[in-house]
């Protein structure tokens, strides 16, 4: 079961928010800070919701589901339960992978209508990894509003915990499940690395294939590279593992693992050199396709040359 968490502490001054109010002042009233209001807001919400821990659920989060008209969710079981705990009776309509184009033109309708719907994900949140995307987009271009409740974030959760580099980081979400497109995928990420890429990298992945997922990284980017597997975030039995790519894989070869994974490996070393390497960054970065001049930018600013002769030499390449 979740392990819940305790109740809120007090609110404490942030020392970096500016010099402190006058307490004979008479206070301002900030809409922005009530929950209320922003339940009452007409349009599509994005709610970010717990990862692990129930008691991450923000009051804003419980505040918006609870004046929301509807509640579009992956997975009506999970938001259901969610919902229940809090005592929150809301209408929910299914909204996945599956769904989600059919489900589209009925929630802009609604939308229109002037309706408040809110949508959350199984856990997190929203479009990161899960649906959702499409909707947005298509909300944006009918000119519908949009607003967010911000909250837990696997990927950046991990982030923070791994003592890798923070910024900048790119988050890719799951690997391909067969080997094949798997190795694919992770060889386009070392050729934009080679191309200049330098960044802290996030990917989610199953328990079932996380062994093999750390083989095929330590096999694509080097198998000291620095990274970190993070599981079960928020939840009583939360872990970090740090090492290289080659030491986790060997463990978790030999370790089963449980629960939600995020895996953070961290960015490439610098790689300086001769002439030889800076034509293969080119011809990486434009495999990868970068046009002629964002080529030349980028492997320019990765090796310190000047960005007129990378680009003269991406101009050739390009024209064989």
Known sequence: MTDLASEPPDPLVDPGAGPAADPSAEPRADPASDPATVAALPGLTLVATPIGNLGD??????????????VLCEDTRVTGALLARHGVSVTMM????????????????RLRAGQRLALVSDAGTPLVSDPGYRL????????????????????????????????????????????GPRAAEIARLRAAERAGLSASTVFYEAPHRLAEALAALAEGF?????????????????EVRRGTLGELAAWYAGAEARGEIAIVVGPA??????????????RDALAAGLSVRDAAATVAGATGLPRKQVYARALELARE
Not at 158 to 169: I, V
Request: glycine content about 8%.
């Open 269 to 282: 070393p610098e790689e300086r050199g001769s002439a030889e390497e800076l034509e293969a960054r080119l």
């Open 94 to 109: 299914p909204l996945h992978e599956h769904n989600e184009d059919d489900q589209t033109p009925k929630v802009l309708a």
């Open 222 to 238: 080097g198998g000291d590279r620095p990274a970190a597997v993070a599981r079960e975030l928020t939840k009583r039995f939360e």
């Open 57 to 70: 659920l923000s009051p804003r989060a419980l505040a918006t589901l609870r004046g929301a008209d509807a």
């Open 136 to 179: 947005v987009r298509a909300a944006i271009a009918a000119g519908l509003p949009l607003h967010a409740v911000p909250g837990p974030n696997a990927a950046v959760t991990a982030l923070t915990l791994s003592g890798l580099p923070p910024h900048p980081f790119l988050f890719h979400g799951f690997l391909p499940p067969r080997a």
